[in-house]
T-cell receptor, first 111, second 114 residues
Framework: GNSVTQMEGPVTLSEEAFLTINCTYT??????LFWYVQYPGEGLQLLLK?????DKGSNKGFEATYRKETTSFHLEKGSVQVSDSAVYFC??????????FGQGTTLQVKP | DAGVIQSPRHEVTEMGQEVTLRCKPI?????LFWYRQTMMRGLELLIY????????DSGMPEDRFSAKMPNASFSTLKIQPSEPRDSAVYFCASSHSTGTDTQYFGPGTRLTVL
């Protein structure tokens, strides 16, 4: 079945550090891939997405590239800010419409 | 656009009571999803609807849980009777259609069952 695996957190970084959160997936067919972010006390917000192999999703300085050969969709940001502190979820959806989430990775950015 | 609207935002109830959570999807969206989030189990899909019809309810934990979508702009998730282990944050999400469309989440309802 479809599944998503994220690196375990929490990830603690200093402001302006480089961020990578690893995400790998298992899926049949050609899923779309997503990164959602959840700020404290809020619902999930779409951060970026990619719908086919080699697509790069980007938003707010975050990027992720759909790598079919390595079944990965790693999230990166060149310089994190304190305001980026949140929980990040990698997810995939197949043509059934169900979103399959990873377990989430907590990012804490210290000034 | 108002986004997905959920009510109440917080609910505290006693074991055995009936709980009803409400959701208004984004206008024009045809698919609606109910999720539950806990520390232990993460995010779980409970049920989803397409054009007001339940498509997959395999995630509904047991018969105490039921969901309805009487029209395109309203859905409810009911727990009767509630138990302490039902304590969680319940999210509603909607999308334009099923498939690979982006799902937009509501702010969630934090349920505490004492």
């Amino acid at each position: 079945g479809n599944s998503v695996t994220q690196m375990e957190g929490p990830v603690t970084l200093s402001e302006e550090a480089f961020l990578t959160i690893n995400c790998t997936y298992t899926a049949t067919g050609y899923p779309s891939l997503f990164w959602y972010v959840q700020y404290p006390g809020e619902g999930l917000q779409l951060l970026l997405k990619a719908t086919k192999a080699d697509d790069k999703g980007s938003n707010k300085g975050f990027e992720a590239t759909y790598r079919k050969e390595t079944t990965s969709f790693h999230l990166e940001k060149g310089s994190v800010q304190v305001s980026d502190s949140a929980v990040y979820f990698c997810a995939l959806t197949s043509n059934t419409g169900k979103l399959i989430f990873g377990q989430g990775t907590t990012l804490q950015v210290k000034p | 656009d108002a986004g997905v609207i959920q009510s109440p935002r917080h609910e505290v109830t006693e074991m055995g009571q009936e709980v009803t959570l409400r959701c208004k999807p984004i206008s024009g969206h045809n698919s609606l999803f109910w999720y539950r989030q806990t520390m232990m189990r993460g995010l779980e899909l409970l049920i989803y609807f397409n054009n007001n019809v339940p498509i997959d309810d395999s995630g509904m934990p047991e018969d105490r849980f039921s969901a309805k979508m009487p029209n395109a702009s309203f859905s409810t998730l009911k727990i009767q009777p509630s138990e302490p282990r039902d304590s969680a944050v319940y999210f509603c999400a909607s999308s334009h259609s099923t498939g690979t469309d982006t799902q937009y989440f509501g702010p969630g309802t934090r349920l505490t069952v004492l």
